[in-house]
């Protein structure tokens, strides 16, 4: 029976991800090999708070159990920036000024203050997701989501540094969303062991995509993941 339960966890977290950002970003393909900011910075993409909106907690998003506040380790407001840490994951990242940020046992979770932009991010156990690598999984979660949802346009790509990056467009908007939504899956897979990685997801407006992408390159130059 506990192994039956967590073959359904698996499957279920499998989807959990995507299916957040869609209630919570449709993009060009990508042409490069690598994502590249475009010149924007977390200016572009913050309010000048000095970093008090990280201390504030939202009731209208819901959590995990033993849902907590992120720790704010640095404010940069030159740069537009808070170093966040979600410790229940090891892993510490730049986010705009402006955003809030919590997590629970599994999953880090931030957004803008609008609620238009929509970050999680998760540890991934590739064999528990039944799967063998990163490739594995962003081919396999590709597939799946296009058959639960076929108005989903689904497409991913292998970057240059082995991350794989997965667009979906024309998802549906959710509960207090005016437009459709596009999502970013970013599959990083640990260094020396095909069987662990990190799934970041980033949600935006449709209309937003091209600057989702661009932020989805600022997230990923500022990461700092404890393997």
């Given at each position: 029976?506990?192994?039956?339960?967590?073959?359904?966890?698996?499957?279920?977290?499998?989807?959990?991800?995507?299916?957040?950002?869609?209630?919570?970003?449709?993009?060009?393909?990508?042409?490069?090999?690598?994502?590249?900011?475009?010149?924007?910075?977390?200016?572009?993409?913050?309010?000048?708070?000095?970093?008090?909106?990280?201390?504030?907690?939202?009731?209208?998003?819901?959590?995990?159990?033993?849902q907590v506040s992120s720790k704010v380790v640095a404010v940069e407001g030159d740069k537009g920036l808070a170093r966040v840490q979600f410790s229940s994951i090891r892993v510490e990242l730049a986010l705009p000024l402006g955003w809030q940020a919590t997590e629970d046992w599994e999953r880090g979770v931030a957004y803008s203050n609008d609620k238009r932009y929509r970050l999680i991010v998760w540890r991934v156990d590739f064999p528990f997701?039944?799967?063998?690598?990163?490739?594995?999984?962003?081919?396999?979660?590709?597939?799946?989501?296009?058959?639960?949802?076929?108005?989903?346009?689904?497409?991913?790509?292998?970057?240059?540094?082995?991350?794989?990056?997965?667009?979906?467009?024309?998802?549906?908007?959710?509960?207090?969303?005016?437009?459709?939504?596009?999502?970013?899956?970013?599959?990083?897979?640990?260094?020396?062991?095909?069987?662990?990685?990190?799934?970041?997801?980033?949600?935006?407006?449709?209309?937003?995509?091209?600057?989702?992408?661009?932020?989805?390159?600022?997230?990923?130059?500022?990461?700092?993941?404890?393997?």
């Amino acid at each position: 029976m506990i192994c039956e339960q967590r073959q359904k966890e698996s499957g279920r977290r499998l989807f959990l991800a995507a299916s957040l950002a869609v209630c919570l970003v449709a993009a060009p393909a990508v042409a490069e090999d690598k994502l590249d900011p475009g010149g924007l910075t977390f200016r572009d993409f913050s309010s000048n708070d000095n970093g008090a909106s990280y201390s504030r907690g939202d009731p209208m998003i819901a959590g995990g159990p033993n849902q907590v506040s992120s720790k704010v380790v640095a404010v940069e407001g030159d740069k537009g920036l808070a170093r966040v840490q979600f410790s229940s994951i090891r892993v510490e990242l730049a986010l705009p000024l402006g955003w809030q940020a919590t997590e629970d046992w599994e999953r880090g979770v931030a957004y803008s203050n609008d609620k238009r932009y929509r970050l999680i991010v998760w540890r991934v156990d590739f064999p528990f997701e039944g799967v063998k690598d990163a490739e594995h999984y962003a081919a396999t979660k590709t597939g799946s989501i296009q058959a639960r949802r076929p108005s989903i346009q689904a497409q991913a790509r292998k970057l240059g540094d082995g991350t794989f990056l997965i667009v979906y467009e024309n998802a549906p908007k959710g509960q207090g969303d005016s437009e459709q939504r596009t999502v970013f899956d970013l599959v990083m897979q640990r260094p020396g062991n095909p069987k662990e990685g990190i799934l970041m997801t980033l949600g935006v407006p449709a209309s937003d995509a091209v600057r989702g992408m661009k932020l989805v390159a600022l997230l990923k130059q500022n990461m700092r993941i404890n393997w």
